[in-house]
C-alpha cells in the first residue's frame, strides 16, 4: 500500500479511500488496524488524532454496504436480508467519505512527507491472501446455503461459526493463526457476547416504531453505546430500512472512539487517541458526515427501497 500513496496530501487522502475499499471485504476492525500500522510508516509515527479519527471513518463508511464489511452488516445479512438490499449502505459511505476526506486533508501541512522505505522492503505473502479468500468463500457459501437449503438451522446450531471454524481449522495447515491474537481478544468477544444478550431482555414493545428520526437517533446513540446491541434490538423489532439502519449505526461509531470496534482497537495502537475530548475537538467533521450521508440515503430512499 505505501507503494501506491501520492506524494503530498493526496497520499493521505488515497490512504483513507484503500481503508474505505478494504473494509468493504473485510471487517472494519481489521481495515482500520491495516490503515493504522500503514500510517504510522509512511508519517514516520507523526499521526494525529484528526487523521485516526479519519482512518475509522474510512473504515466504518467502508463496512456501512457491504454483508461481510462490519458485525452489525453480517448480522443483518444472516437475519435473512438481502447483501443487494444492504449495499444501498454505500450511497451515504460515498457521500460522508467525500466530507470527511475533504476536512482530514484541510492542513496537509502539518502531515510530514510521505516514506516509502518501508514499501521496498514490504513482501505479500500470498499464502495468507490465500486462506482470506479461502475463509471469506465458506463463511459466505456457508450462509447462503444454510438461509436457502435450511431454514431455521440457526436457531438448532450456530451453523455459521461451524463453518467458520472448519475453514479457519483446515487452512491453518497451510498458514497457522497467531493464536495469540485470539486469546488477548477473547474478553473483548465476551464482553460483547454479554452486551447482545443484555439486548435481547429488552421491551420490544416499549420501542419507538422505526422511522427517519428513530434511524437517526439510533446513529448518534451508537458513538455512545455498542452498535452491536442496538443492531441486535432492531433485528427482534424488524419494520426497518435496513441499509439506512447499517450505514446509521455503522458510521455513527466513528464520532466517538469508543462507539464502535474499529475505534477501540485502533487507539490501541495509538493509546493517546484514547481522549474523548481530543476526538471529538480534532473529528468535529464526522457527525458533519454523518449528518450528510444520512440526508442523502433519505433523500434517495424511494430510488432503492
Known amino acids: ?66 454483508a461481510i464489511g462490519d458485525t452489525t452488516t453480517t448480522m443483518i445479512w444472516i437475519s435473512g436480508v438481502s447483501p443487494l438490499e444492504l449495499a444501498a449502505g454505500f450511497i451515504g459511505a460515498a457521500v460522508a467519505f467525500l466530507v470527511f476526506a475533504a476536512a482530514a486533508a484541510m492542513q496537509p501541512h502539518r502531515l510530514p512527507p510521505i516514506s516509502r522505505t ?24 456457508t450462509n447462503v446455503v444454510a438461509n436457502r437449503y435450511f431454514p431455521g438451522s440457526d436457531e438448532v446450531a450456530p451453523v455459521l461459526g461451524l463453518g467458520l471454524w472448519a475453514a479457519i481449522l483446515g487452512t491453518s495447515l497451510l498458514r497457522p493463526p497467531q493464536w495469540s491474537v485470539a486469546i488477548d481478544s477473547l474478553g473483548g468477544a465476551f464482553f460483547l457476547v454479554l452486551l447482545v444478550a443484555l439486548a435481547s431482555l429488552m421491551p420490544l414493545n416499549q420501542l419507538p ?29 424488524g419494520g426497518y430500512d435496513w441499509a439506512l ?5 455503522g458510521f455513527g461509531g466513528s464520532m466517538i472512539w469508543f462507539g464502535s470496534s474499529s475505534g477501540v482497537a485502533l487507539t490501541g495502537l495509538y493509546p493517546e487517541a484514547r481522549s474523548t475530548v481530543a476526538w471529538v475537538r480534532a473529528g468535529w467533521f464526522i457527525p458533519l458526515a454523518y449528518q450528510a450521508g444520512f440526508a442523502a440515503m433519505a433523500l434517495t430512499q424511494k430510488f432503492y427501497l
Request: hydrophobic residues 60%.
Open 1 to 66: 500500500m505505501p507503494a501506491w500513496l501520492p506524494a503530498g496530501w493526496m497520499g493521505g487522502v488515497v490512504l483513507l479511500a484503500l481503508v474505505f475499499v478494504l473494509s468493504a471485504f473485510l471487517d472494519n476492525i481489521a481495515s482500520a488496524i491495516i490503515g493504522g500500522v500503514v500510517a504510522r510508516h509512511v508519517f514516520k509515527g507523526r499521526v494525529s488524532i484528526r487523521f485516526l479519527a479519519a482512518i475509522v471513518a474510512g473504515a466504518n463508511a467502508g463496512g456501512a454496504g457491504s
Open 118 to 141: 518501508s514499501a521496498r522492503e514490504a513482501m505479500i505473502d500470498w499464502g495468507r491472501v490465500l486462506v482470506v479468500l479461502l475463509v471469506l468463500t465458506v463463511f459466505v457459501t
Open 209 to 237: 416504531h422505526p422511522s427517519l428520526e428513530v434511524v437517526l437517533g439510533l446513529g448518534i446513540l451508537s458513538s455512545v453505546f455498542d452498535n452491536i446491541p442496538l443492531t441486535a434490538l432492531a433485528i427482534r423489532q
Open 245 to 249: 439502519l447499517a450505514y446509521a449505526v
